[in-house]
Structures are given as structure tokens and as C-alpha cells.
């Protein structure tokens, strides 16, 4: 259903090479950084002439990471459209179809930077990417991937920023980028539904397809999801019926509870009687 594709060159060359393929989005990947070991948010660069898709898609892919990661979005909603000042806009303001330049991390951040170094945190970026691509081109489709800084034909030796503990933005964005093609290799059916899903770290333990009309409500002091689906939300039944009471039969009852509340037990003559006998009885005694 996807065909990935990597490209190789200086950017301008990657972009007509995918156009040429007939591809149907681009992606490069890329890690942020920051002097002084900041930065503390998802940010995507779309180009200046970027489609509404490519904006939907980026902003989706940002608040994603943004969540998933527990950080904040940068530029607008997660977009920054021609790049931090114009850098970045011509890594993919050449191309024929829908572009990204993902920045979901700070390299030099070592919070971050212990995120883009483990297993778990590449895995969790891959499948928010391809998350991203199954829900913005459902129908496949041929994928462009570009490793940002590596495989520059006028600077072979660009690896990026460093990351915090160890490697290079480069070699972690090639990580990345792998993984989700692995994931998109065996993608062979379109989303149909809206998927729900409960992970425990990146183990998914639950998951649902539901109709794209479901409304989703989280209750947070019972821990509960409620996925309402059209014609599922509906009262309960008693479990018995509801007796009708008329009028006259509502009164007589509140009446003869009001005196059942003040009125002492009766006693027959015959029992007091006996209790008279029983005290005289234990005087004689």
C-alpha cells in the first residue's frame, strides 16, 4: 500500500527527484537545538507556498508529539510556515506533493535528548509519523523520506546538531525514519474507522475501531472513556416497571405514612392484660 522511497543529494535535488517519482508526500526529518540545553517544544516546518494539507499534516504530526511527550507546541499550533527566519524553506518548497520538515525534539536538551537516544522514543516518533501519513493519505501511495544534514552532496560530512550523551541529529532522524518505513512496509489496508487505542508506554494493550461520528468523552474521576457511538447512547432501563399512582391513592398514602410516623404501636387488650398479670406476679414474688 506505501512504497518508501530515500532520497539523496542536496535538498533541491531530493525534491525534483520525488516529483519525478510521482511521489505523494515528503518528509524530512530533522532534531532542533538550542544553545544552553533549552527547548521545550514540537515544531514543523512547512514551505512558503505550503497546501492546507501540508499544514492539517504538520500541525496533527505536532500536537501528537506534543501530547505524546508531554512538551509544548512551538510557531503556530506546531507550524511555522518558511522555516525559523527562512531557514528550512527550501528543504521543501520544491515539491510537487503535501511536505514536512519535522523538529519534534530538542537535541540539546537532555530530557529530550534521553527521549531521541532510547528505543522506546524512536519507536513512539516512527509510529506518530506513520500514524500521521495512514490518516493524512489513506489511499498509500509512494513516500519520499529525507534524512536531514546526511547525504549532502556539496557537505558530506553535515551530521546536524549534537545530541546530549552521545551521536549526532542525523544519525537519530535516520532511526527514526527507518522504523517507519519498516511500520509502513506492512500497512496494507486504508483507515476506515476512527481508531482508539491504549498504550502502556509503547505496548498497546487495547484498541477499538469506531465510527468516524463517535463522540469521545474521558472521565477523569473514574478513569473512564466513553466512546459514544450515534444510536448507542441511550438511557437504561429500569429493572421494574414503573407503577402509575393515581391522585386520591398518592394522598391516602402520604397520609397513612405521616401517622405511621407518630403514632405508637397498638397493643390488644388482651396482651396488656397479660403484662399487667406477669408485673403483678413478680411483685408477689
Known amino acids: 500500500m506505501y512504497e518508501v522511497r530515500f532520497?539523496?543529494?542536496d535538498y533541491g535535488a531530493r525534491q525534483l527527484a520525488a516529483n519525478a517519482d510521482g511521489?505523494?508526500?515528503?518528509?524530512?526529518?530533522?532534531f532542533n537545538a538550542t544553545a544552553g540545553g533549552g527547548g521545550n517544544y514540537a515544531c514543523v516546518v512547512v514551505g512558503s507556498n505550503a497546501s492546507n494539507t501540508s499544514k492539517n499534516w504538520a500541525r496533527w504530526y505536532a500536537r501528537a508529539v506534543a501530547d505524546s511527550f508531554g512538551i509544548q507546541l512551538g510557531g503556530d499550533q506546531g507550524v511555522l510556515v518558511g522555516g525559523f527566519n527562512g531557514r528550512g524553506d527550501g528543504n521543501v518548497k520544491f515539491t510537487k506533493m503535501p511536505a514536512i520538515l519535522v523538529e519534534p525534539l530538542f537535541a540539546s536538551n537532555p530530557d529530550h535528548a534521553a527521549w531521541i537516544r532510547s528505543e522506546a522514543g524512536q519507536d513512539r516518533l516512527a509510529q506518530i509519523l506513520v500514524d500521521?501519513?495512514?490518516?493524512?493519505?489513506?489511499?498509500?501511495?509512494r513516500l519520499a523520506?529525507?534524512?536531514?544534514?546526511?547525504?549532502?552532496?556539496?557537505?558530506?560530512?553535515?551530521?546536524?546538531?549534537?545530541?546530549?550523551?552521545?551521536?549526532?541529529?542525523?544519525?537519530?532522524?535516520?532511526?527514526?525514519?527507518s522504523k517507519a518505513a519498516a511500520l509502513l512496509a506492512v500497512a496494507d489496508r486504508p483507515v476506515a474507522a476512527?481508531?482508539?487505542?491504549?498504550?502502556?508506554g509503547n505496548r498497546e494493550v487495547w484498541r477499538y475501531d469506531a465510527d468516524p461520528d463517535a463522540v469521545v468523552r474521558w472521565d477523569e474521576v473514574r478513569g473512564?472513556?466513553?466512546i459514544d457511538e450515534p444510536g448507542t447512547l441511550v438511557p437504561r432501563t429500569s429493572a421494574a416497571p414503573v407503577r402509575r399512582v393515581g391522585t386520591r391513592q398518592r394522598a391516602a398514602a402520604v397520609a397513612g405514612e405521616t401517622r405511621g410516623a407518630t403514632r405508637k404501636p397498638a397493643t390488644s387488650t388482651k396482651a396488656r392484660r397479660s403484662a399487667v398479670q406477669v408485673g403483678a406476679a413478680k411483685k408477689a414474688r
Not at 500521521?132 to 501511495?141: A, H, L, M, N, T
Open 7 to 9: 532520497y539523496k543529494g
Open 23 to 30: 511521489c505523494v508526500a515528503y518528509v524530512e526529518h530533522h
Open 132 to 141: 500521521s501519513i495512514r490518516r493524512c493519505f489513506p489511499d498509500g501511495g
Open 145 to 177: 523520506f529525507s534524512i536531514g544534514h546526511k547525504y549532502k552532496t556539496t557537505n558530506p560530512n553535515d551530521r546536524g546538531a549534537a545530541v546530549h550523551g552521545g551521536g549526532t541529529e542525523a544519525d537519530y532522524a535516520e532511526i527514526v525514519l
Open 194 to 200: 476512527r481508531a482508539f487505542a491504549v498504550m502502556v
Open 224 to 226: 473512564i472513556l466513553f
